[in-house]
């Protein structure tokens, strides 16, 4: 039954529309900027985060049948507040309105903001069998075309003989041009076909290296039917999310942001992949089969990935016998080394998983096979002592997770049979009320424990040599003010890159938001780091490790205007003590101007900003709004402005955007950037970038 409190908040929801509209990719770009901005990489990619927001912003979600991974896979809602939302659902046999949602416990007004144009309530409608019609009349065809490009010359494109080239790894194959492509139909999230191809800079295209054109082809055909036993089918690239990441997850993860109680990741199984990521996905075939709340899921993939070969022995009959001495993930090839490492290492990966879900709980074992053609077997140092090494790796893991009222318990454990070693995490969330829960997580991941594809919750991107416990917490001071909060210490029991012995640290986090209004945010960030690391400054053959601290401030503030402006202003301030290089600090001050509004096709984007570093020690991270599926937080270190301009305009009703990107940074006094042949004569780096979509 709809009330006058109801009424009351769609008012209060809406209000702010009549003068202000948001088109959807800004309220999708808002949630992707939360989740980068805490990545602090200068390249990464999240395509499958927006292609799924996206997705729910033009089908939202039927809150009257959406199931737990649905809601789920919004990133936006807590563990409580689905589990509340489902039990709540059957109570009343369905809602009539999604306002009713704030007489629940766990749900208030700005979770409402955050999910409400990715929901809807509406009547159930009977389930249909599909026919191949709704397929071409429902499904809908995408094609990315795009370009983008450094303005100044290289040192590596400096013209100059093929023969040269061979014998020196300082010059690039290929132009200075970037190109992308990527046609993909879809019918809802139960069909999905699609081919992505791309050429990163330096590379050839349908050139002596490249003869088959792009360095980069992706192929993918997926079909997902959650009603029927057979539910999930992956042909050609895919990827494969299992438990807690501990022994297998090829899609993104995060780890610690200030959303600092929703630490549970939720495995998805198999999923398409349409990404550039040239080393994170499998490449075969999977099929999830179910009954009711059991399913399986097995999957079979080989493909190459770039081995740093070494010859270790003569044979007899005069062969070399080569090894794998490293594995490299950046996937360029664009000088000859680089070429020379190119798929010259065969993967096989097998898997399998079992899983039963009923209501709040869920419980599931995997087992995964890992091959290479050649054997593996990281440089002879000392830091490397416990890392894996032959040409097999097995691992097994259990993993859970139960959902009761306000409390959420998870966890996973898994050996490597390498080395036997075995490894757990383990957390917990419990919301005290609607306005404070708090979440705790214990890890150990031991010094010899191995797993290529695992992504679980840590300080470091590995899930190896450390042990941590983190606690973390959400309040809701008040109707404006909110507080994020986190603690985690960490340590590791053997040498680990840059630290050459046994380690331990923590990092704090506090961040005090004041939102009065919808129109209005302001946010107060801290965070302060402590890590050990081998000092610079040392006169013997043994490298003393010393212990650094590093802190970091950030005001930021959003302002939306009348007419469809908005502004973005941000401030950072970044210190680091450690006693071989002293105090050094840095700063950056950066202001971005948008325009937004839904009766105009045009969209713009502005941002300028300076910068001061004493170091790359106190380097600042700042995410910029790109090209659609483009994402990048270029660092900011040295002294310097940064601008850039981006323009995106919406044709032929809808069904095409165009955008066009400039950039720059400039730096002060600088008579070169970067180095080898990286290396750029002068003080500019500027780039463009254009791209066209095209929907049908």
């Given at each position: 039954?709809?009330?006058?409190?109801?009424?009351?908040?769609?008012?209060?929801?809406?209000?702010?529309?009549?003068?202000?509209?948001?088109?959807?990719?800004?309220?999708?770009?808002?949630?992707?900027?939360?989740?980068?901005?805490?990545?602090?990489?200068?390249?990464?990619?999240?395509?499958?985060?927006?292609?799924?927001?996206?997705?729910?912003?033009?089908?939202?979600?039927?809150?009257?049948?959406?199931?737990?991974?649905?809601?789920?896979?919004?990133?936006?809602?807590?563990?409580?507040?689905?589990?509340?939302?489902?039990?709540?659902?059957?109570?009343?046999?369905?809602?009539?309105?999604?306002?009713?949602?704030?007489?629940?416990?766990?749900?208030?007004?700005?979770?409402?903001?955050?999910?409400?144009?990715?929901?809807?309530?509406?009547?159930?409608?009977?389930?249909?069998?599909?026919?191949?019609?709704?397929?071409?009349?429902?499904?809908?065809?995408?094609?990315?075309?795009?370009?983008?490009?450094?303005?100044?010359?290289?040192?590596?494109?400096?013209?100059?003989?093929?023969?040269?080239?061979?014998?020196?790894?300082?010059?690039?194959?290929?132009?200075?041009?970037?190109?992308?492509?990527?046609?993909?139909?879809?019918?809802?999230?139960?069909?999905?076909?699609?081919?992505?191809?791309?050429?990163?800079?330096?590379?050839?295209?349908?050139?002596?290296?490249?003869?088959?054109?792009?360095?980069?082809?992706?192929?993918?055909?997926?079909?997902?039917?959650?009603?029927?036993?057979?539910?999930?089918?992956?042909?050609?690239?895919?990827?494969?999310?299992?438990?807690?990441?501990?022994?297998?997850?090829?899609?993104?993860?995060?780890?610690?942001?200030?959303?600092?109680?929703?630490?549970?990741?939720?495995?998805?199984?198999?999923?398409?992949?349409?990404?550039?990521?040239?080393?994170?996905?499998?490449?075969?075939?999977?099929?999830?089969?179910?009954?009711?709340?059991?399913?399986?899921?097995?999957?079979?993939?080989?493909?190459?990935?770039?081995?740093?070969?070494?010859?270790?022995?003569?044979?007899?009959?005069?062969?070399?016998?080569?090894?794998?001495?490293?594995?490299?993930?950046?996937?360029?090839?664009?000088?000859?080394?680089?070429?020379?490492?190119?798929?010259?290492?065969?993967?096989?990966?097998?898997?399998?998983?079992?899983?039963?879900?009923?209501?709040?709980?869920?419980?599931?074992?995997?087992?995964?096979?890992?091959?290479?053609?050649?054997?593996?077997?990281?440089?002879?140092?000392?830091?490397?002592?416990?890392?894996?090494?032959?040409?097999?790796?097995?691992?097994?893991?259990?993993?859970?997770?139960?959902?009761?009222?306000?409390?959420?318990?998870?966890?996973?454990?898994?050996?490597?049979?390498?080395?036997?070693?075995?490894?757990?995490?383990?957390?917990?969330?419990?919301?005290?009320?609607?306005?404070?829960?708090?979440?705790?997580?214990?890890?150990?991941?031991?010094?010899?424990?191995?797993?290529?594809?695992?992504?679980?919750?840590?300080?470091?991107?590995?899930?190896?040599?450390?042990?941590?416990?983190?606690?973390?917490?959400?309040?809701?001071?008040?109707?404006?003010?909110?507080?994020?909060?986190?603690?985690?210490?960490?340590?590791?029991?053997?040498?680990?890159?840059?630290?050459?012995?046994?380690?331990?640290?923590?990092?704090?986090?506090?961040?005090?938001?004041?939102?009065?209004?919808?129109?209005?945010?302001?946010?107060?960030?801290?965070?302060?780091?402590?890590?050990?690391?081998?000092?610079?400054?040392?006169?013997?053959?043994?490298?003393?490790?010393?212990?650094?601290?590093?802190?970091?401030?950030?005001?930021?503030?959003?302002?939306?205007?009348?007419?469809?402006?908005?502004?973005?202003?941000?401030?950072?301030?970044?210190?680091?003590?450690?006693?071989?290089?002293?105090?050094?600090?840095?700063?950056?001050?950066?202001?971005?101007?948008?325009?937004?509004?839904?009766?105009?096709?045009?969209?713009?984007?502005?941002?300028?900003?300076?910068?001061?570093?004493?170091?790359?020690?106190?380097?600042?991270?700042?995410?910029?709004?790109?090209?659609?599926?483009?994402?990048?937080?270029?660092?900011?270190?040295?002294?310097?402005?940064?601008?850039?301009?981006?323009?995106?305009?919406?044709?032929?009703?809808?069904?095409?955007?165009?955008?066009?990107?400039?950039?720059?940074?400039?730096f002060d006094g600088e008579g070169s950037l970067s180095s080898g042949p990286e290396t750029i004569q002068g003080n500019v780096r500027s780039e463009v970038g254009a791209q066209l979509r095209i929907r049908l």
């Amino acid at each position: 039954m709809i009330t006058l409190r109801h009424i009351g908040v769609a008012f209060l929801l809406f209000l702010p529309f009549m003068g202000l509209t948001q088109k959807k990719n800004d309220v999708i770009q808002q949630r992707i900027e939360f989740i980068a901005e805490e990545l602090e990489a200068e390249n990464i990619s999240l395509e499958d985060v927006f292609d799924l927001l996206y997705y729910y912003y033009d089908h939202p979600l039927n809150l009257n049948d959406a199931s737990r991974d649905d809601l789920q896979e919004l990133r936006l809602l807590s563990d409580f507040q689905i589990n509340e939302l489902i039990e709540e659902r059957e109570k009343r046999n369905g809602f009539s309105t999604v306002y009713e949602l704030t007489d629940l416990k766990y749900w208030d007004i700005p979770t409402l903001e955050n999910v409400l144009p990715f929901i809807v309530v509406a009547p159930l409608e009977e389930e249909k069998e599909r026919d191949w019609l709704e397929y071409v009349k429902d499904g809908k065809l995408e094609a990315y075309f795009r370009y983008q490009r450094v303005l100044e010359e290289k040192r590596g494109y400096e013209e100059v003989s093929d023969e040269e080239k061979e014998e020196s790894n300082s010059y690039y194959w290929g132009s200075p041009d970037k190109v992308y492509s990527r046609i993909r139909y879809t019918h809802k999230k139960d069909l999905s076909i699609g081919i992505t191809m791309e050429k990163d800079a330096g590379e050839q295209l349908f050139g002596k290296t490249q003869p088959q054109g792009f360095d980069f082809y992706s192929g993918h055909a997926y079909y997902s039917n959650d009603s029927k036993f057979l539910r999930k089918v992956a042909v050609g690239d895919f990827q494969v999310e299992l438990g807690q990441a501990l022994a297998f997850w090829t899609g993104y993860a995060f780890n610690k942001t200030v959303d600092a109680t929703n630490l549970r990741k939720n495995a998805r199984g198999l999923r398409p992949y349409a990404s550039v990521d040239e080393t994170r996905f499998m490449r075969g075939g999977g099929i999830e089969l179910g009954w009711k709340g059991l399913s399986l899921t097995t999957w079979a993939s080989r493909k190459g990935v770039d081995g740093s070969l070494q010859v270790v022995d003569t044979l007899e009959s005069g062969a070399e016998a080569r090894m794998a001495s490293s594995i490299n993930l950046s996937g360029f090839h664009r000088t000859t080394s680089e070429l020379e490492r190119k798929n010259s290492l065969q993967e096989t990966v097998l898997g399998s998983n079992l899983k039963y879900e009923y209501r709040g709980f869920q419980v599931g074992v995997s087992a995964i096979t890992q091959r290479f053609d050649l054997p593996y077997a990281r440089a002879d140092r000392l830091v490397n002592k416990y890392e894996f090494g032959g040409d097999e790796l097995t691992n097994i893991s259990a993993d859970y997770s139960y959902i009761y009222r306000n409390l959420s318990i998870f966890g996973e454990v898994s050996q490597s049979r390498s080395s036997n070693a075995v490894a757990v995490l383990q957390g917990a969330s419990v919301a005290l009320s609607k306005s404070a829960s708090l979440s705790a997580m214990y890890r150990n991941y031991p010094k010899d424990y191995h797993a290529f594809y695992a992504r679980a919750f840590g300080e470091s991107s590995r899930p190896i040599n450390e042990r941590g416990f983190y606690l973390g917490g959400q309040f809701d001071l008040s109707d404006s003010w909110s507080l994020n909060t986190y603690v985690d210490f960490f340590s590791s029991p053997w040498l680990r890159f840059r630290v050459d012995a046994p380690s331990e640290g923590h990092e704090v986090l506090g961040q005090l938001k004041y939102r009065p209004r919808t129109d209005l945010e302001l946010f107060l960030r801290v965070r302060e780091q402590q890590k050990m690391q081998n000092s610079r400054d040392y006169e013997t053959n043994i490298r003393p490790v010393e212990t650094y601290t590093q802190r970091t401030y950030r005001l930021s503030g959003r302002f939306k205007l009348q007419g469809g402006w908005q502004l973005k202003s941000r401030v950072d301030y970044v210190t680091d003590f450690r006693e071989s290089m002293g105090f050094q600090d840095g700063f950056s001050v950066s202001q971005d101007l948008l325009y937004r509004s839904k009766g105009f096709p045009l969209e713009f984007t502005f941002r300028y900003a300076i910068f001061d570093t004493e170091s790359y020690d106190v380097r600042i991270y700042s995410y910029e709004y790109n090209l659609q599926n483009v994402f990048s937080i270029p660092v900011y270190f040295g002294q310097g402005s940064r601008g850039y301009a981006m323009v995106r305009y919406t044709f032929m009703n809808g069904k095409c955007d165009l955008w066009l990107r400039y950039a720059a940074f400039v730096f002060d006094g600088e008579g070169s950037l970067s180095s080898g042949p990286e290396t750029i004569q002068g003080n500019v780096r500027s780039e463009v970038g254009a791209q066209l979509r095209i929907r049908l």
